[in-house]
């Protein structure tokens, strides 16, 4: 598994609500609902990170 680094994200009360929300209807974490949300879009926009040949 890829090393995670810590990131600090700033969104409004409301978006963060929402996903909030989101996470507990899907059983995830919100952090885990957030990094899901993030690698679903780059993987629509095929923009997802290469895959390390030793995963």
Do not use: C
């Given at each position: 598994?890829s090393?995670?680094?810590?990131?600090?994200?700033r969104?409004?009360?409301?978006?963060?609500?929402?996903?909030?929300?989101?996470a507990?209807d899907?059983?995830?974490s919100?952090?885990?609902?957030?990094?899901?949300?993030?690698?679903?879009?780059l993987?629509?926009?095929?923009?997802e990170p290469?895959?390390?040949?030793?995963?």
């Open positions: 598994m090393k995670k680094k810590p990131f600090a994200l969104v409004n009360e409301e978006m963060l609500q929402a996903i909030e929300k989101w507990a899907e059983f995830r919100t952090n885990g609902q957030i990094e899901w949300m993030l690698m679903k879009t993987k629509e926009s095929k923009r290469k895959k390390n040949k030793a995963e």
